[in-house]
T-cell receptor
Framework: EAQVTQNPRYLITVTGKKLTVTCSQN?????MSWYRQDPGLGLRQIYY???????DKGDVPEGYKVSRKEKRNFPLILESPSPNQTSLYFC???????????FGEGSRLTVL | KQEVTQIPAALSVPEGENLVLNCSFT??????LQWFRQDPGKGLTSLLL?????REQTSGRLNASLDKSSGRSTLYIAASQPGDSATYLC????????????FGKGTLLTVNP
């Protein structure tokens, strides 16, 4: 089954404790991206990747890092999480950046 | 910078009614426009993708139209059902070398039995 898988789905952590949210897709997609969704602000793009070793900032990249060492994986790294990073995070992928976008189920992160 | 607006923010209709959701965008230089559905606490599911060269796209009871020149797209839902209750979002990848996708904030649709 074609899918985008995120882990963990739910996480509660404390300020400053590094964490990684993994994202994996099995559709051989070149384009992958991360979004955060907050009430009243909608979906905002954090980072995106056009292909392996090619990443770029979205609209809200501060406090986040990404890497794309393999085509299927695109982890989101929070080096020193802060409470303002409490949010619902989505990973998505598509064949090309303007292709049909497939989303993961989301990862709800709470930073205390 | 591309801005995407969805009106109304919320809509409540009785079952069986036909309805229209609106999406407007400020920069008409787009590759395509995509409509999504999001159920509470879930990810987004792609409904329809309209290429910039198309004017309409249909899937079952859903019909999406695109008017690039006026910066507008509509999603028409025929014979609405309670299972259609969800938030509907549109997204626009801009043209040129800008690869940032921009989403509208969505329309929360409630279909009452």
């Amino acid at each position: 089954e074609a899918q985008v898988t995120q882990n963990p789905r739910y996480l509660i952590t404390v300020t400053g404790k590094k964490l990684t949210v993994t994202c994996s897709q099995n559709m051989n997609h070149e384009y992958m991206s991360w979004y955060r969704q907050d009430p009243g602000l909608g979906l905002r793009q954090i980072y995106y990747s056009m292909n392996v070793e090619v990443t770029d900032k979205g609209d809200v990249p501060e406090g986040y890092k990404v890497s794309r060492k393999e085509k299927r994986n695109f982890p989101l790294i929070l080096e020193s999480p802060s409470p303002n990073q409490t949010s619902l995070y989505f990973c998505a992928s598509s064949l090309g950046f303007a292709g049909e976008l497939f989303f993961g189920e989301g990862s709800r992160l709470t930073v205390l | 910078k591309q801005e995407v607006t969805q009106i109304p923010a919320a809509l409540s209709v009785p079952e069986g009614e036909n309805l229209v959701l609106n999406c407007s965008f400020t920069d008409s230089a787009i590759y395509n426009l995509q409509w999504f559905r999001q159920d509470p606490g879930k990810g987004l599911t792609s409904l329809l993708l309209i290429q910039s060269s198309q004017r309409e796209q249909t899937s079952g009871r859903l019909n999406a139209s695109l008017d690039k020149s006026s910066g507008r797209s509509t999603l028409y839902i025929a014979a609405s059902q309670p299972g259609d209750s969800a938030t509907y979002l549109c997204a626009v990848p801009p043209g040129g070398s800008n690869y940032k996708l921009t989403f509208g904030k969505g329309t929360l649709l409630t279909v009452n039995p």
